[in-house]
């Protein structure tokens, strides 16, 4: 078989960039990705053989870790009775039905094929029911790669440092406004400035696109009075905190009320899956109830309605895996916190659940400027040190880390040791 270095060299021949997510790219770490053969539970296992404990959990989705065994038995089975029928199934309606008792304050759901779909669905009902234009969103929040999101964004946007992106045009961007994360009088300054206008505040409740970064205290809850105030709605993105910081999500967490939700990765147990979701009087906008129009070949797929359903199904039946995720993911941050102190490295480890991530600043990372000014050529020399070593951290540090449930007390000390070893070869 040939190794990760060969298959990368013919990937860019056919492919722009040797990948299908600039994410996966290691451009701001530099070197080649690493081309994967298998997974199981918390391991990656690349074209050589190697094995990865896996920190990224296919950026989000494999909560339950790979090749889960409900989840596996759920997709074999369906693919024996076909792999998509292009008319409803007994499994869409389970799924809507566990997803609305699962999600506070949402009656209705409609699947799609990802999280850029989803986000870019709610947004055209969200001008729908308002009335009004135009949106804002968060620096260093990433809610796909829709036009009208890929204003000041995170993620791959960020890491590449890519401003403005050629082909979104002037008008679509300038009905998307922006203001910085946790700063909520510049919201409140953009509600003033252009009144009437706004249809919605679209967020990650707590942002995964710059690293984590959590929300302060009350930053939702007076969003959301401001969003009911001005009669715009408020957004919740929870393509990577639905299903995961409870079963309920950053609503439940937070006990904050969003107008509609946008949810992707868990929700489809590692296939190509999105939904949005909302009180019924929203939601029965859309076509073919309302006007609103918005469909897909492939929505509520069988093969991804099969592994997202065994995947819901598993975290709504043990709810306890929430306490056992958030315990392990403290037991890597306490550790990290305490060799980084030992080392007298500079470090700001955000947390919320079983979202971490790491940056080498001494001040607090509470939005994108902040994140922006960590040492990240500190961060590619660490992430390419555990990457030797057999820890695969997402590459780059703008992206959060995800922790699966069967990640092991063995696997989170060898982190902490590896990173004690890294931080002395700074010394
Ligand atoms: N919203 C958020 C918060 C995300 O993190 C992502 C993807 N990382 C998206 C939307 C887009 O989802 P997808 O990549 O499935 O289109």
């Known amino acids: 078989m040939e190794n990760s270095a060969q298959l990368f060299n013919r990937a860019t021949h056919f492919?722009?960039?040797?990948?299908?997510?600039?994410?996966?790219?290691?451009?701001?770490v530099g070197g080649t990705p690493i081309f994967m053969e298998s997974a199981k539970g918390a391991y990656l296992y690349d074209v050589e053989g190697n094995?990865?404990?896996?920190?990224?959990?296919?950026?989000?989705?494999?909560?339950?870790?790979?090749?889960?065994?409900?989840?596996?038995?759920?997709?074999?089975?369906?693919?024996?009775?076909?792999?998509?029928?292009?008319?409803?199934?007994?499994?869409?309606?389970?799924?809507?039905?566990l997803i609305v008792s699962m999600v506070p304050n949402i009656d209705m759901v409609r699947m799609v094929n990802s999280g850029t779909e989803a986000c870019m669905s709610a947004l055209r009902l969200a001008r729908a029911y308002t009335k009004k234009n135009k949106i804002i969103k968060f620096e260093g929040c990433y809610h796909g790669h829709a036009d009208s999101f890929l204003v000041k964004s995170g993620s791959?946007?960020?890491?590449?440092?890519?401003?403005?992106?050629?082909?979104?045009?002037?008008?679509?961007?300038?009905?998307?406004?922006t203001a910085a994360f946790n700063d909520f009088d510049a919201v409140k300054r953009l509600f003033?400035?252009?009144?009437?206008?706004?249809?919605?505040?679209?967020?990650?409740?707590?942002?995964?696109?710059?690293?984590?970064?959590?929300?302060?205290?009350n930053f939702l809850q007076q969003l959301r009075e401001l969003c009911t105030k001005e009669k715009a709605l408020l957004v919740f993105d929870e393509v990577m905190t639905g299903f995961r910081l409870a079963k309920g999500g950053a609503q439940e967490l937070y006990g904050v009320k969003a107008d509609l939700l946008t949810f992707g990765k868990i929700i489809g147990g590692g296939l190509p899956v999105g939904a949005y979701a909302g009180p019924r009087e929203i939601m029965e906008k859309i076509a073919p109830v309302g006007n609103v129009y918005q469909a897909g070949t492939l929505s509520g797929n069988p093969l991804a309605m099969a592994a997202g359903l065994a995947t819901l199904t598993v975290l709504n039946e043990s709810p306890s895996i929430?306490?056992?995720?958030?315990?392990?993911?403290?037991?890597?941050?306490?550790?990290?916190?305490?060799?980084?102190?030992?080392?007298?490295?500079?470090?700001?480890?955000?947390?919320?659940?079983?979202?971490?991530?790491?940056?080498?600043?001494?001040?607090?990372?509470t939005d994108f400027a902040s994140a922006l000014a960590a040492d990240n050529e500190r961060?590619?020399?660490?992430?390419?040190?555990?990457?030797?070593?057999?820890?695969?951290?997402?590459?780059?540090?703008?992206?959060?880390?995800?922790i699966c449930d069967v990640l092991s007390d063995s696997d989170i000390e060898y982190t902490i040791l590896k990173t004690s070893e890294f931080l002395k070869t700074l010394a």
Not at 157 to 165: D, E, H
């Open 15 to 28: 492919i722009p960039g040797g990948v299908n997510s600039p994410v996966r790219a290691f451009k701001s």
């Open 51 to 97: 094995r990865y404990i896996d920190y990224i959990n296919s950026w989000g989705p494999m909560i339950l870790g790979h090749a889960h065994p409900d989840v596996t038995q759920a997709v074999s089975e369906q693919g024996l009775k076909s792999s998509s029928f292009g008319a409803p199934t007994e499994l869409e309606v389970k799924m809507a039905e």
């Open 156 to 177: 791959g946007v960020a890491t590449l440092q890519i401003q403005s992106v050629p082909g979104v045009t002037s008008t679509t961007a300038s009905d998307t406004l």
């Open 192 to 217: 003033s400035d252009h009144p009437n206008e706004i249809a919605a505040i679209f967020i990650e409740p707590v942002a995964g696109n710059m690293g984590c970064i959590p929300p302060t205290k």
């Open 322 to 365: 929430y306490t056992s995720l958030a315990l392990k993911t403290k037991q890597l941050t306490n550790g990290l916190e305490k060799v980084c102190r030992e080392q007298g490295i500079p470090t700001s480890i955000n947390t919320v659940g079983s979202m971490l991530s790491l940056h080498f600043t001494s001040k607090p990372v």
């Open 379 to 402: 961060f590619k020399k660490y992430f390419h040190y555990l990457l030797k070593q057999g820890i695969y951290l997402p590459p780059s540090p703008f992206e959060s880390w995800f």
